[in-house]
């Protein structure tokens, strides 16, 4: 892949920005579960290789299961997530596929039994955080690490 701009060195207010966002996210209710969840499936939608590492190697570290990781494709084929994690990962398929309609009534109505409001506006801060950055890294091709 050809070396492409780092946006870091070439805009630093635009990737303090970026890590702002970060830093709100590491100060939410959500938990690490839920945010890797929504940071794996919405790299895997996007393709985004540089992202989908970085965050089942942070999923792994935080006790995830490989298996569980292995299935996040199959997610509704599978029992082996919970309601409360389907419904994160619905939010963040349909966020991250905007185009088919976004964040569905079926699925935040759903949101709305499980979770108060203010935790499914920071899931949505997630979702839509992960999918800015990983329009970065495919834009800029950060290589995945070796």
Known sequence: MEQRI?????QPAAWKAMY???TYLASTEVSKTHKELI???ASQINACAFCIDLHTTDAIKNGET???????NAWKETDIFSEE???V??????ITLIHLGGLSDKTYQKAKTIFSESYIAQLIMV?????????I???TQLPVAH
């Open 39 to 41: 940071k794996i499936r």
């Open 137 to 139: 890294a495919i834009s």
């Open 85 to 87: 994690e389907k419904v």
């Open 20 to 22: 702002g966002l970060e």
């Open 6 to 10: 780092k946006i870091q060195d070439v």
């Open 127 to 135: 979702a839509v955080t992960i999918n800015a950055w990983n329009r």
């Open 66 to 72: 490989t298996k569980r990781i292995f299935l996040l």
């Open 89 to 94: 990962l619905a939010i963040a398929e349909e």
